[in-house]
């Protein structure tokens, strides 16, 4: 076990909470416990911290919302990292009469900043709506849906680089792709600026309702899970190629392909990681077997 109390007694402005049930730190409420959890509570506390743990190589993660990784099911031994209490400032820049920016901290969640586009009259980043995830995770994974992406509205990020010196990186310069925000590797965001032009609150709730009705209609939300499994291939879906290969409802102990969606894995109960992965392995087999494809994960499995 790591000697994490005496590490973070060194670092002020961090709230820690020890063995953290992973369950809570993740919707798909799988996996065992993490060890350390901590929240920095300004941009040099996390730094400071950050700077610690590299000095000492010892393994941290940063985690979002938890919509789209798989944690261990025994106790984890690296140091979560969560930014909502140190990246949540949110400011609009006009830039003219019609339009505008806004920054935004990567610990926000961007149900959190749906609402306060619709509150505001900012319209542009309605697609956001339903998506689980904070700012931060969404631009990593260049979050998205039919209706756009991140790298659609995005103008630069603020981010700590490798060797944690503080960069702002334009758009333009981030090679992002499906489902990949192409940051430098090691990269941590600390705010990302998102271009908005500026609309009538009502119009904007309306378009928000609408997405969030389409997305109830198409996707599971009875029971857990981490969204959509694997990525889709080039030209075709994860979805449909799963379901045709007759997996829909397929289960090893409480993780089951989804009868509504078939990229999408729930847990009905107390699935475990192990039970989770199972399930990954014979889905992409058969799919492999019946089609020829390879399926390549969108969920981040933590090691
Ligand atoms: N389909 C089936 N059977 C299924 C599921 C889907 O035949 O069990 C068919 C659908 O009928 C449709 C096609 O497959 O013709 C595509 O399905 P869908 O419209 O549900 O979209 P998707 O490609 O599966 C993508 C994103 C979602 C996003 C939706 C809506 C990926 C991997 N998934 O899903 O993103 O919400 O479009 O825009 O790119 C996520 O990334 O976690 C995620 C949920």
């Known amino acids: 076990m790591k000697d994490w109390e005496r590490l973070v007694n060194t670092v002020t402005d961090v709230d820690v909470q020890w063995d953290v049930p992973a369950s809570r730190l993740n919707t798909f409420r799988v996996g065992g416990t993490a060890r350390c959890v901590a929240r920095p509570r300004t941009e040099d506390s996390l730094k400071t911290l950050l700077k610690t743990l590299k000095a000492e190589g010892l393994p941290w993660t940063i985690v979002g919302n938890g919509s789209n990784v798989l ?6 031994d690296h140091m979560v990292i969560l930014l909502d209490r140190c990246a949540t400032r949110l400011e609009y820049q006009r830039r003219d009469d019609r339009s505008g920016t806004v920054r935004v901290g990567s610990g926000l969640k961007l149900t959190h900043l749906v609402k306060l586009c619709i509150r505001h009259g900012w319209t542009g980043l309605e ?20 209706d756009g992406a991140v790298g659609d509205v995005l103008e630069r990020v603020r981010l700590l680089d490798e060797t944690l010196r503080e960069r702002t990186v334009p758009r333009s310069e981030l090679p992002m792709g499906y489902r990949s925000g192409g940051l430098p590797p ?57 379901d045709q290969a007759g997996f829909k409802g397929y289960r090893v102990g409480d993780a089951q392909v989804s009868p509504v969606h078939a990229n999408w894995i729930v847990n009905r109960g107390r699935a475990t990681r192990a039970d989770v992965l199972e399930v990954i392995r014979t889905v992409r087999h058969g799919v492999r077997e019946r089609f020829g494809v390879d399926l390549e994960l969108e969920v981040r499995v933590l090691e």
């Open 186 to 242: 090691g990269a941590v965001v600390l705010e990302a600026d998102f271009r908005v032009m500026l609309g009538l609150p009502r119009c904007i709730a309306g378009k928000v309702a609408k997405l969030l009705r389409e997305r109830r209609r198409s996707q599971p939300a009875r029971w857990p899970s981490a969204g959509c499994v694997f990525k889709n291939p080039p030209g075709l879906s994860a979805g449909a190629l799963i």
């Open 127 to 146: 697609f956001l709506a339903g998506i689980p995830a904070t700012v931060g995770g969404a631009v990593v994974m260049n979050a998205g849906t039919r």
């Open 71 to 76: 944690f261990p099911d025994g106790a984890w």
